[in-house]
């Protein structure tokens, strides 16, 4: 069963290795300014700067995006196991499904109407 | 399965195939800018090499040559870390994908994939779905409005395809009955590939994996236009380029699991070419993608969330319902 993940940790050694050697030479090879002056390093504002962002607000809608995922990620994961095994189950678990689909769809339509679909 | 498969050929197979799949991104940089320039009726890149195909290699040396630009005020270490873990996630994905059926060279077992574990969709979901953090993470400790901008979007978006795409391969894992890879191609061997039953599937799998990847017609956390660049604004050099080779590595991820999970994967007309089909296929799929962001305008971005929550959810809970009621009748 270990062994199976030996191959996957070998190459993720060499996917981890890749990209940080790419760094390691672009710190040893970039090109450098002069000097440094402070101008230089304030972020991209389409050429008027009020600063960083520090304490910027955004839409909930955002937020509510995140809750939604969350519910409906975790049904996958339950639905994940059931799906491999349904076929030796049979009608069994396909009313089990259907029935947790069910509930999820009243939930469903409960978001929508409620407007949380809707993107503001 | 007792496989007489020592170590050194994992790692000789590992070097081999992330060289492969680091070669297909350079080229497919090289292929993409061809491919538009054609169809906006100009030649793309013409001047390093024949046909411009020295072009891949000019521009990695840019990149490393390049100054890394860093931002005063951000966030040195979440700064640095994030395009590695986008890197690292996306290369390391491909691991799991399988290329071929397995050969028999001088008593030794070499099988058509890096590491055939049990759960290696899941494998594949999760190491995605940890590789959005690099782009959430870069465009928050880039510390400008742009950058934050893109990474919101990215991570409202990625976070609302990802439902669709992952309920869209149920269907296959409910005809296939197993988690791997390896085993969902065998058993296309027989029958259909399941492009076939799963026509809706692979529709619903497609938009979305377009979604997720942030591709045209959904590339709006990087829309130019509106965003400068989205969540990479701050970057530049090879930290950039790193950014740059995820979303490319994501796209060939991506496409190889299109190929396994409804186009069978290595198998083909004529068996010997093996691996070669399953290349030509992602080959093929890649251009589809190509061929999208020439042809299609950008969506709004409401058009873009309700899309995806009103119109893929829906379709692809069905689809799975109506495939569990199918397996087990049939």
Redesign the interface.
């Known amino acids: 069963m270990l062994d199976?993940?030996?191959?996957?940790l070998?190459?993720?050694a060499?996917?981890?290795a890749?990209?940080?050697s790419?760094?390691g030479?672009?710190?040893a090879?970039?090109?450098?300014?002069s000097h440094r002056t402070?101008t230089?390093?304030?972020?991209?504002?389409?050429g008027v700067s009020q600063?960083?962002?520090?304490l910027?607000r955004?839409t909930i809608?955002?937020y509510l995006?995140?809750l939604?995922?969350i519910v409906?990620?975790i049904e996958?994961v339950f639905?994940?196991p059931l799906?491999?095994?349904?076929?030796?189950l049979?009608?069994f678990?396909?009313w089990e499904?259907?029935f947790f689909?069910g509930i999820l769809?009243v939930a469903?339509v409960y978001i929508?109407r409620k407007g949380a679909?809707?993107?503001r | 399965m007792n496989l007489n498969e020592p170590?050194w050929i994992?790692?000789i197979?590992?070097?081999v195939?992330?060289n492969l799949v680091?070669g297909v991104f350079a080229y497919m940089t090289w292929v993409e800018r061809k491919v538009i320039g054609r169809m906006q009726q100009r030649y793309g890149p013409n001047r390093t090499g024949p046909f411009g195909l020295l072009q891949p290699i000019a521009d990695l040396v840019k990149?490393?040559?390049?100054?890394?630009?860093?931002?005063?005020?951000?966030i040195d270490v979440l700064y640095?870390t994030a395009?590695?873990v986008s890197?690292?996630t996306a290369?390391?994905a491909f691991?799991?994908i399988p290329f071929g059926a397995g050969w028999q060279v001088g008593g030794y077992d070499i099988t058509g994939q890096?590491?055939?574990?049990?759960i290696s969709?899941?494998l594949l979901f999760a190491l995605g779905s940890f590789g959005i953090y690099g782009f959430i993470v870069g465009g928050w400790a880039?510390?400008?409005?742009?950058?934050?901008l893109g990474s919101?979007r990215t991570?409202?978006q990625l976070?609302?395809y990802?439902?669709s795409l992952?309920?869209s391969v149920?269907g296959v894992?409910?005809m296939a009955?197993?988690?791997s890879l390896v085993d969902i191609v065998h058993s296309q061997e027989a029958d259909w590939w399941y492009a076939v039953p799963q026509f809706i599937g692979l529709i619903v799998f497609f938009i979305a994996g377009t979604a997720e990847t942030n591709r045209a017609p959904f590339d709006l956390p990087e829309a130019e236009q509106e965003l400068?660049a989205g969540y990479h604004?701050?970057y530049s050099?090879?930290?950039f380029?790193?950014f740059q080779?995820a979303e490319y590595v994501n796209l060939i991820v991506l496409s190889g699991l299109c190929v396994t999970l409804f186009f069978g994967g290595w198998l083909g007309p004529w068996e010997p070419l093996g691996p070669l089909w399953f290349v030509l296929k992602v080959l093929l799929v890649l251009f589809v993608f190509i061929w999208m962001r020439t042809t299609l305008p950008r969506l709004r971005?409401?058009q873009l969330?309700?899309f995806g929550?009103?119109v893929l959810?829906?379709v692809a809970?069905l689809n799975?319902?109506v495939t569990?009621?199918l397996?087990?009748a049939l």
């Open positions: 199976n993940w030996l191959p996957f070998i190459y993720g060499l996917a981890l890749i990209p940080l790419m760094l030479m672009s710190f090879f970039a090109t450098r300014p402070k230089r390093t304030i972020p991209f504002e389409s600063g960083p962002p520090r910027q955004f809608s955002f995006t995140a939604l995922f409906f990620d996958i639905l994940y799906a491999v095994v349904l076929e030796p049979g009608w678990a396909f499904l259907t689909l769809g469903y929508w679909l809707e993107w | 170590w994992d790692a197979k590992a070097l195939i992330i680091l990149l490393i040559r390049k100054e890394s630009f860093f931002p005063g005020s951000a640095i395009p590695v890197a690292f290369l390391a691991s799991v890096i590491a055939n574990v049990q969709l899941i880039s510390d400008s409005k742009y950058s934050l919101m991570c409202a976070v609302s990802e439902v992952a309920l149920l894992i409910l009955g197993s988690l400068v604004t701050e050099g090879m930290r380029g790193l080779m971005y409401d969330m309700s929550w009103k959810l829906p809970t799975a319902l569990a009621a397996v087990v």
